[in-house]
C-alpha cells in the first residue's frame, strides 16, 4: 500500500534472505570475512551462531553469490533428518543421482564426486542451515563426512550456522568441537548501525530522500528490535504503513509505537 506513496522500486523491508538488502555491520563483516578465509584456506568446519532473525541466512547467501565457479555447493535450509536422508539431500543438492536407500552406497557416491572434483581443482561446500535442531548423533554423522579427504587435503568443507543452542550441542560433541577451527557469533546491531540499516534499505529499494525515519523513531524502533535485524524490518515495515495512513514523510516514534500495537495486536 505504501509503496507507491513513497516511490519505491521494491517493498525495503522484506524479511526475505535477499543479498542485495545486506547491510554488512562490524559484526556481519567479521563473520563473512570468517567465512570467506574459512573456506578459501580449506579448514574443514566452521561455525556462524547468532539469534533468530541476526541475519544468518542472508549473509549464507551473500557468500554463495561471493563464491566463484570452482566451488560445488549444498546448502541444506532443514537439516532435522536421518543421517540417510541428510546423504541423499546433500547428493541431490549437488545434482547427484539419490535414489537409493542404501547408505554405504550413497557414502561411495558422494566420495567419488568429492574425487573428482579435487582432481579438477574444484571445492566442495557443505552448508547446514538451523543446524542447532539436528540431533547430536546426526551432528557426529556429520563429522565423520569430514573422514572424507586424500592425503593432501580435505574433500568437503562444512559449514554450520545456527542460533546459540548450537554452540551448547557442539560443546558437549568434543570430536567435532576440535574440528571446528573457525567460528564467529554474530551480535545485534547497536543504535547507529540500525539507523545505517534503515538507511541502506530505504536506499536499495529506490528511495529519493522520502520518507525519512526521523532521530526518535529511529531509536524506537532499535529499542523494540533489540538490534535484530529481522525484528527492524516487522518494524519498520508497520511504520511506513503508519506514516502512509498518516500521510507523512517524516516518521515519528509515534507511528513506531503504532506499529508496535499492531504487530504484537493490541490495536485499539
Request: proline content about 4%.
Amino acid at each position: 500500500m505504501y509503496q507507491d506513496y513513497y516511490g519505491f522500486c521494491e517493498p525495503p523491508f522484506n524479511i526475505t534472505p535477499d543479498p542485495r538488502f545486506l547491510f554488512f555491520s562490524h559484526h556481519h563483516r567479521e563473520a563473512f570475512n570468517h567465512l570467506l578465509f574459512g573456506i578459501r584456506e580449506r579448514k574443514g568446519f566452521i561455525q556462524i551462531t547468532g539469534e533468530i532473525g541476526a541475519g544468518k541466512t542472508t549473509l549464507c547467501r551473500a557468500l554463495l553469490d561471493q563464491l566463484g565457479p570452482e566451488y560445488r555447493t549444498a546448502l541444506v535450509l532443514n537439516p532435522k533428518m536421518t543421517s540417510t536422508q541428510l546423504i541423499r539431500t546433500i547428493l541431490g543438492e549437488l545434482g547427484l543421482d539419490n535414489r537409493v536407500n542404501d547408505r554405504v552406497a550413497l557414502l561411495e557416491r558422494l566420495n567419488g564426486f568429492l574425487l573428482e572434483r579435487a582432481s579438477a581443482g574444484e571445492e566442495v561446500l557443505l552448508i547446514l542451515d538451523d543446524a542447532q535442531a539436528m540431533e547430536p548423533e546426526l551432528l557426529e554423522q556429520v563429522r565423520l563426512l569430514s573422514n572424507l579427504e586424500t592425503n593432501e587435503r580435505k574433500l568437503l568443507q562444512i559449514v554450520l550456522i545456527g542460533q546459540p543452542e548450537l554452540r551448547q550441542t557442539l560443546d558437549r560433541i568434543e570430536q567435532l568441537r576440535q574440528r571446528i577451527t573457525v567460528r564467529y557469533h554474530l551480535r545485534p546491531l547497536s543504535l547507529q548501525e540500525t539507523a545505517y540499516y534503515i538507511h541502506h534499505r530505504l536506499q536499495v529499494a529506490g528511495a529519493d530522500g522520502r520518507p525519512v525515519f526521523g532521530r526518535w523513531a529511529i531509536r524506537a524502533v532499535h529499542w523494540h528490535a533489540r538490534g535484530v535485524p529481522r525484528l527492524i524490518n516487522a518494524i519498520s515495515d508497520k511504520t511506513l504503513l503508519a506514516g502512509y495512513v498518516g500521510q507523512t514523510d517524516r516518521l515519528r516514534w509515534k507511528h513506531v509505537r503504532l506499529a508496535v500495537r499492531e504487530l504484537e495486536g493490541n490495536i485499539r
